[in-house]
């Protein structure tokens, strides 16, 4: 069975850094590319972050150069390490697998982000 | 990268079809068919029921289909019924950015 469960939200203050983390069980992350997708309570989904099977990652202009997506093969755990976070990054952050052509198969649960003094 | 364009909500009786639109352009819906949906129940992370336009994954309900042309994506439902009050977003492949766009999602109320 195919569990992505992410931890690591919380209330934060401007500026500060928060590491989420993304435990997945059920398939291997390494042959899998992995996908940070943000959403603020009550609107619609941003795409974040993602790192190709290959190793490759890629960001949303939003997050780049503050937000850095990482992987450990080993723990099959799949991290998002967020710097510098502003009022605008408070949203639930999910983190899924990429599937068939860009599409996003399995989702966790989500954990909320909030940012705020 | 603007994100796609659909209707903020749609409404229909039980046992009725609807449709909902996705608008994008030339650089991601219009040029790839890497056009997929989501439905959304309150508190609940998004599931996937389309991909690919039109295929659905397994164990996903026939009564949901995809479609498109030119720049714009449809996913219609059909034999409306309660459970399928949700909210739906579509996404898509875009050259501009190399990932991925959503669309600002729809919200199906079943009267």
């Known amino acids: 069975e195919v569990q992505v469960v992410e931890s690591g939200g919380g209330l934060i203050q401007p500026g500060e850094s928060l590491r989420l983390s993304c435990a997945v069980s059920?398939?291997?992350?390494?042959?899998?590319?992995m996908i940070w997708v943000r959403q603020v309570p009550g609107k619609g989904l941003e795409w974040v972050s993602h790192v190709y099977y290959s190793g490759g990652t890629d960001y949303s202009d939003s997050v780049k150069g503050r937000f850095t997506i990482s992987r450990d093969t080993a723990k099959n755990t799949v991290y998002l390490q967020m710097n510098s976070l502003r009022a605008e990054d408070t949203a639930v952050y999910y983190c899924?697998?990429?599937?068939?052509?860009?599409?996003?198969?399995?989702w966790g649960q989500g954990t909320l982000v909030t940012v705020s003094s | 990268q603007s994100a796609l364009t659909q209707p903020a909500s749609v409404s229909g009786s039980p046992g009725q079809s609807i449709t909902i639109t996705c608008a994008g352009t030339s650089s991601d819906i219009g040029d790839y068919d890497y056009v997929s949906w989501y439905q959304q129940h309150p508190g609940k992370a998004p599931k996937l029921i389309i991909y690919d336009v039109n295929d659905r994954p397994s164990g996903v309900s026939n009564r949901f289909s995809g479609s498109k042309s030119g720049n714009t994506a449809s996913l219609t439902i059909s034999g409306l019924q309660a459970e399928d009050e949700a909210d739906y977003y579509c996404s898509a492949y875009t050259i501009s950015s190399t990932s991925v766009i959503f669309g600002g999602g729809t919200k199906l109320t079943v009267l």
């Open positions: 899924a697998r990429g599937g068939s052509s860009w599409s996003i198969d399995y």
């Open positions: 059920g398939f291997t992350i390494s042959s899998n590319y």
